[in-house]
């Protein structure tokens, strides 16, 4: 995030979040930069950036977060609020309380009137009520277009409380990619809590990104594993604190779990605090762990320790791996989710021996390049669909490749038939060496069991007509300008 980000990913040259087609037509086309910019004609369940701004700093310590929209804008909260339940029951919290949520439920009157007042109630309230460190302030598409200047009344408020308010910019209209809602929050984080203060360098100290879905699990592997090459770990922002946000700048290296997530963010580190980081891949699947671990190693110069424990871990888990090969080798797989994961488990089959059939992303941009090109080699042709969501395509094509295995989130797709299973597990192992083994055994176990799904086809009706399933599915992608 160089001072000149603006926070939206589409500002970024070459980044496509509308297309589809054969995976090696694609990479050879964005690879000549003749993919052209398009759009859908038609579209369906756009995530939008507001909940990922929302959950990226929903478990941290002491704060409110008041959403300054309607009501319906902060539905995808239950699925970020169960996270966090769930993550305190992991990390053994007794009393277990669910996030404050705060919305101002901007109405047809707020949008001729304007809705100051209740944004300025709202910081009341929660100022009053729970007298926390942090109040975030997310805005909507409802409060950009009637124009609440957010930032004046942040301002007016913040001279009158000890209380931190911190406005986060993340109205849904600005970005089709949710990722720009991570760097919304980042920006926030940077511009009102580090404001470029610099602090005494803590030795051996690593900024470890990692956003909600995370598991506990995972969370302890990954520090597990920075602690054997001697390192201490900042885990941010998920499940910490203001403290911990405050001494981003002390650390001697950065780096992050997933591949979207604070990317744009180390880069500020790295041109304003002198923090270098590693930005490789997501940690999932024997090629990616060794990548991940080797990359934040050479930060600190421990590429032959690294190199001694992924040999040890390799001894260890190889012989098990072959053991979960023997029951999946040769499955066809469809895999949909976020950039980082779906990148990943594309990698993570290979060791299973499946053969990656589809794959559904969000975003084509370089960094997909490096990773499509890669999958390209393993895997030879796979149909790419580039979509933030759009369920109705999804269905198609899954319908015409009939995989023998559908990873990530199911949507209609579990009625098709087919056994569905995910990698965004975000509640168990998926990440590092045990992560490997844990996931081929879950992905193998539902192959064998897929009796829910078959009844679940007999019994459920498909939501399109039988005539869209022989329809081109990327018929509502037009070029921009034709
Ligand atoms: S911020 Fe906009 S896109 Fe996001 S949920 Fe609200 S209305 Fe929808």
């Given amino acids: 995030m160089s001072s000149t980000y603006s926070g939206i990913r589409e500002s970024r040259p070459n980044t496509f979040n509308d297309c589809g087609g054969n995976s090696r037509e694609l990479s050879s086309e964005f690879g000549k930069r003749c993919l052209k910019s398009a759009d859908r004609t038609f579209s369906q369940g756009l995530q939008c950036q507001q909940i990922n701004s929302m959950s990226a700093l929903m ?23 169960d996270m966090y339940r769930v993550g305190q029951a992991h990390r053994g919290t007794k009393i277990i309380r669910s996030p404050r949520i705060i919305v101002t439920n901007l109405d047809q009157r707020d949008v001729i009137l304007g809705g100051e007042n209740k944004l300025k109630e709202a910081i009341g309230y929660a100022a009053e009520r729970y007298n926390p460190k942090i109040i975030f302030v997310f805005t909507s598409c409802a409060s950009g277009i009637i124009g609440d200047d957010i930032d004046a009344i942040v301002r007016d408020m913040q001279s009158e409380t000890e209380t931190l308010i911190i406005p986060v910019h993340c109205e849904g209209f600005k970005s089709k990619i949710c990722a720009s809602g991570f760097d919304s929050a980042f920006l926030s984080i940077s511009k009102y809590i580090l404001k470029g203060q610099k602090s005494e360098k803590q030795k051996g100290l690593i900024n470890l990104f990692a956003p909600t879905s995370i598991s506990y699990k995972d969370q302890l592997e990954m520090e597990r594993m920075l602690h054997l090459l001697g390192l201490t770990v900042n885990y941010i922002p998920f499940y910490s604190s203001l403290e911990k946000i405050k001494n981003i700048p002390a650390a001697e290296a950065s780096t992050s779990i997933c591949k979207v997530f604070a990317d744009e963010f180390m880069k500020e580190l790295e041109e304003n605090y002198n923090i270098p ?22 930060l600190f110069g421990k590429e032959a320790e690294a190199e001694a424990y992924i040999k040890k871990e390799h001894a260890r888990i190889l012989p098990e791996i072959e ?11 469809f895999i949909c989710g976020g950039t980082g994961r779906s990148f990943a488990a594309a990698a993570l089959i290979d060791d299973f021996g499946m053969k990656l ?20 080699e393993i895997h030879g042709d796979y149909m790419i669909d580039i979509a933030n969501m759009q369920p109705f395509e999804q269905i198609n094509i899954v319908n015409r490749l009939k995989p023998d295995v ?25 990440m590092g060496y045990d992560g490997i083994l844990y996931l081929g055994n879950k992905i193998a176990d539902q192959i064998e069991n897929p009796g829910f799904n078959k009844k679940l086809a007999l019994h459920a009706r498909l939501p399109y007509r039988k005539s869209w399933y022989e329809t081109n599915p990327f018929k509502f992608i037009k070029p921009l300008g034709e």
């Avoid at 478990?59 to 609020?81: E, R």
């Avoid at 990616?288 to 190693?297: E, I, L, S």
């Avoid at 053991?323 to 797989?333: E, M, T």
Wanted: with cysteine; charged share 20%; aromatic share 8%.
């Fill in 59 to 81: 478990s941290l310590d002491d704060s409110v977060f008041i959403a300054h929209s309607p009501q319906g804008c902060v539905g995808c909260t239950t699925l970020a609020s």
């Fill in 277 to 298: 980081y590693s930005h490789t891949v997501m940690p999932i699947g024997v090629r990616n762990t060794d990548k991940w671990y080797k990359g934040v190693a050479a």
């Fill in 323 to 333: 053991k979960i090969r023997a029951r999946l080798s040769g499955k066809r797989v």
């Fill in 357 to 376: 059939v589809g794959l559904e992303t969000p975003t084509y941009d370089d960094d997909a390049q490096i990773d499509i090109e890669y999958l390209n």
């Fill in 406 to 430: 559908f990873i990530g989130v199911p949507g209609w797709s579990a009625r098709l038939g087919i056994p569905t299973t995910h990698v965004l597990d975000m509640k168990r192992p998926t």
